[in-house]
């Protein structure tokens, strides 16, 4: 492993550093100017006029491309702020300061080279022509002033013959007398490598000669300087971090989808809400623990990496290298200190709350791999500490329950750890659910005889059945494209019927409920739900004054939101409007919903589609049929837990307009069945007063397109 230079952190920091996608960190409002960029001349990619461009034109009137405007608003943003400011060094400010002074040129070849994969790039293949038609002297520049290596650097055989083209390979070959006939490009390069392990000459292995012949053919090649990289990757971390706290695997190669999101905010296609941005607490102490927050960031992504190419070999030693090198973080007092003075929201951009993540994805690996036993230990040790993810602890009781259970055939085992589970107050919802019916599993199963009695010691949260109807759904099977669709029969007077296919179950069923009653209705999922409160909240969503919910620039959210500290920081004013909301008139509440859709329609905002409903209308309608009570109800478990709420919602709400009566249905093609989120919806809804049911389509059809039964 190499190893970045640095006094205090051993590790592969700048090769550890992965590049997020979006948000903004900053110090004034998202209202302010943009702090000024240094002129550009045209390029292929520039900015119209929007209300929130950076500033597209030089002094001469030319066009900036929007990728370079868009890297210094990232850089001008994050140094603005002290906190972040202090995180770069001399030397790392050094390289910044060379990057403003480079020739327009080439601080766009280098923006445009570090948004592509950091690999050796031939000279002659770099085709920017609104740059320079000629790249060598822009390349040149680079390299004279450090940030890109030349083809010297370059001494891997393997990787240098990689660079290659085919039919200059075929010519290595046969300069160096390998045969190479009929074979294929990965071919050669294997007879090339074997070539130059097995034959030697008066100087030892031929490696060197091809090495040297192969340079020779490529020509020039650049690769961009590892350590300057990192230092702009730092920036782009920190004008990004908002998105660290989701577990996804958010990072994007080289800054791609960074610049691209920048781009579509400054062409004035994403708007976002205006908002004062204050953060008065400090969540990186220096700059060594920010290296170390990246670090283990690589990691996580290096793992997700690995995971998804199904090399566990490689990903559990990955997760072993990130174990080891958070073992010094976890034993030091200070570190754990100050990680819970910070509340759960900003916790989450702490070191060890994304090593503890990755000792998640360990557990993940150990059960790919069959080995059992190691995971159980693993989640032990992660339900052992009650500072970081918390709101993950319900899928880990869950997943040791079952790893217990069905993997070590420890039964009672099990039990004991569901016992302690469900009285864990961050096991909810789904997982809580799962645990309760493992339970009856355990203790009703014949070969667990001596278990029965201790089903007296739980006690059992009771979910109603959940109402069904069962509908038959057409098929025709198109072995082209091997896909199955359905067929929904429309009439047309004096014309017949007309088919329409659709792959989707839910586009069918939609279609059977409007034939019977309902003349509206939304394939929307969640969002139907978190569309209508946010409309109704909007104003509690970007409340502002609450410390450090609103730390960044291009935020849809308050960092909050999917903690218990949304309700909490919020608790007075969601009930308030809560309790407005259930005693509102039909009119009051379509006033309400008009405000918000006026005023703020087209801003960007967690909760809120905009493209779901046709227009304001479409909402107005939907909102009569379901009445304060039920919208209230439903609020309340949408603004009070979303991270835990915001699955499992049923796929489809059909009403009728002109007997303001609604249903809401979670649709299951054949051989699907109810999730534990989406089981606990519908009793929920139901509960409340809605009308909520399962729709279980199954298929009638034969094989071929042409055929199918009526």
Known sequence: MDFEAS??????????????????SSTYTNTDSIPNTPSTSQDDSSLPSSQNTTEEKNEQGRHQPYYLANFFLVMNTVLQNDEDRNLFNEEDMSFIDKFKNLSEEAQKLYVRLYQRKSTWLRVSKLDYPKIAEDMTPVAAELVGDGFLHTERELSDLEETLNLIQAPDLKTLAKSLKVTCSGMQRGQIIAALLKHGKQQRSLFGGLNSLILKRAKKSLGSCVK???????????????????????????????????????????YGRVVYEDYKIYRPTVLFRSRDDFLQFQVALQYESDIHSLLGNNDLEGALQVYQDACQQHEPI???????????????FLRCYTTSWIYTRILGLGVEILQKMRRYAEAVEKLRELLSQKTYCLLARGRWWERLALNLDQHLKKPAKSLD?????????????????????RVYKICESPSNVKLKKRLEEFEISKVSETPKVVISGHIKQNDVVKERFYVIKKSNEGEGDEEILTPRVEDYVLHHYKQNGYNEGLHGEGSTFTTLIGLLAWDIV???????????????????????????????????????????????????????????????????????????????????????????GIGRRILTDHRHCRGGVPDLVVWNTDNNTFKIVEVKGPNDRLAHKQILWIDYLNTIGATAEVCHVTAVGGKKLQAYAE
């Open 417 to 437: 750890a569901i016992k302690e589970a469900l009285s864990d107050c961050h096991v909810r919802t789904g997982h809580r659910l799962a645990l309760e019916q």
């Open 7 to 24: 006094n205090s952190i051993s590790t592969t920091i700048s090769e550890r550093v992965s590049t997020p996608s979006i948000d903004s």
């Open 542 to 632: 970007f409340a502002e004054d609450i410390p450090d919910v609103f730390r960044y620039s291009f935020q849809t959210a308050p960092l909050d939101m999917r903690t218990d500290d949304f309700y909490i920081n919020r608790q007075d004013m969601i009930d308030s409007r809560l309790d407005l909301i259930m005693q509102s008139s039909v009119e009051d509440l379509h006033c309400m919903v008009e405000e918000c859709w006026d005023t703020h329609q087209g801003k960007q905002c967690t909760l809120v589609n905009w493209e779901l409903f046709s227009d304001l209308g479409h909402v107005k309608g939907l909102v009569s049929c379901m009445g304060g009570k039920i919208i209230s």
């Open 224 to 266: 961009l300087v590892r350590d300057v990289k990192a230092v702009f990757t730092r920036l782009l971390l920190l004008f990004s971090l908002t998105n660290v706290a989701e577990e996804e695997d958010v990072y994007a190669s080289g800054g791609q989808s960074l610049l691209s999101m920048l781009f579509l905010a400054n």
């Open 330 to 344: 976890k034993q030091d007092p200070e570190v754990q200190i100050f990680h819970t003075s910070l509340p759960m």
